[in-house]
């Protein structure tokens, strides 16, 4: 922001350490921030991009983001969050015990099967999404995320879940549900697994993207990251 010193609000020493940082830190200018001129200005800003946003149809609020005066998500983060998150969701059905649970004696294919293809919706979702979001962070999770998809193409394949050229999945119903129902759990169920893994990548994306967001929010506060930061320490 213009005319904020940060080397002034954090002591402008050159040892970085947590003690020395917060011995020097300005306690002025952080209630400027948190209370004062810095506040007001955002405010301003975003109730003036408010007014300007009602005159043209060109921008739109991102639908997935909860009503917020002023705000529009234009990098794709809080959608990139939620597709992680629901893809988190996914897996989480898959290893679901009641899910494995026999009914006289059999296996319940037709939820089994459902549970797989919302997995894969999601799973696709979350990295059609990525290629919208511009973040290094998200960016690596999602690659191992589809490196760990690649390795296990193959058994992924002998259910009925293929991985095309452009990375994303596709369910074979018939097939899945007439396949090893062994190979599906071993792929589904429990920790280690293929899906458990998919879930780690897509819970640390979620993170990426909450840390790729904005500092400050619509109604000039500071989001809850760094505000929490100042509140451990102040």
């Not at 209630?31 to 946003?53: E, F, H, P, Q, T």
């Not at 074979?172 to 697994?193: H, P, Q, R, Y």
Request: hydrophobic fraction near 30%; charged fraction near 25%; proline fraction near 1%.
């Amino acid at each position: 922001m213009a005319g904020f010193n940060f080397g002034s609000f954090f002591g402008g020493g050159s040892n970085n350490s947590p003690l020395n940082i917060f011995s020097s830190f300005n306690f002025s200018d952080y209630n400027s921030i948190k209370n004062g001129s810095y506040r007001k200005l955002i405010k301003s800003y975003y109730a003036k991009d408010k007014v300007d946003s009602k005159s043209s149809n060109t921008d739109k609020v991102d639908s997935d983001k909860p009503a917020k005066a002023g705000y529009k998500d234009t990098t794709g983060i809080t959608k990139m969050k939620k597709e992680s998150d629901e893809l988190t969701s996914s897996v989480s059905a898959l290893n679901n015990k009641d899910l494995w649970a026999k009914k006289d004696g059999k296996y319940d294919m037709d939820k089994v099967a459902d549970a797989v293809k919302k997995f894969a919706s999601e799973y696709n979702d979350t990295i059609a999404q990525a290629d919208k979001v511009n973040n290094a962070d998200v960016s690596k999770q999602i690659s191992n995320m589809e490196s760990m998809t690649n390795i296990m193409s193959k058994k992924l394949s002998s259910i009925g879940v293929t991985v095309g050229t452009d990375g994303k999945l596709s369910v074979n119903e018939d097939k899945l549900k007439s396949a090893n129902i062994n190979d599906v759990k071993s792929l589904f169920e429990g920790s280690n697994t293929y899906g458990d893994q998919i879930s780690k990548y897509a819970e640390d994306a979620a993170k990426a993207a909450v840390n790729g967001a904005s500092t400050y929010s619509a109604d000039g506060s500071l989001t809850n990251p760094l505000q929490g930061m100042f509140n451990n320490w102040v």
